[in-house]
């Protein structure tokens, strides 16, 4: 082993690196129907997680998966930078069957009524 498998600036960078590797590849549209369904969940509810911007693309024309089901991570940042959302330090199970009742993200809304 090497000391750059335990370095956490080497590590930030791999995940970036992941992050927009994956975002690339993914079709913009179904980018357009994820940020769409992130919008209507944040401005209805004051706190989301990726489970919730999943489900409501389960109920739309964009059910399939994208090329890479990891693509939500850029999705969400994209909703983090143009300020419709916020990082919370409270993470839930994961309800979706994929995830295995792994822990995810709870999301602040910044658009919702009662954070406007």
Excluded: C, Y
Aim: glycine content about 2%.
């Amino acid at each position: 082993m090497t000391i750059l498998q335990f370095s956490l600036d080497h590590a930030l960078q791999a995940r970036e690196r992941a992050i927009s590797q994956v975002d690339s590849r993914v079709d913009s549209r179904w980018k357009q129907a994820a940020l769409s369904a992130i919008w209507r969940i944040a401005d209805r509810w004051p706190t989301l997680t990726t489970d919730n911007v999943w489900l409501l693309l389960a109920d739309s024309e964009w059910s399939h998966l994208p090329i890479d089901p990891r693509a939500m991570g850029a999705i969400m940042r994209e909703a983090q930078r143009r300020g419709w959302i916020a990082p919370t330090a409270e993470w839930k199970a994961s309800v979706r069957v994929v995830n295995h009742a792994r822990p995810i993200r709870v999301w602040r809304s910044l658009i919702h009524e009662e954070q406007r």
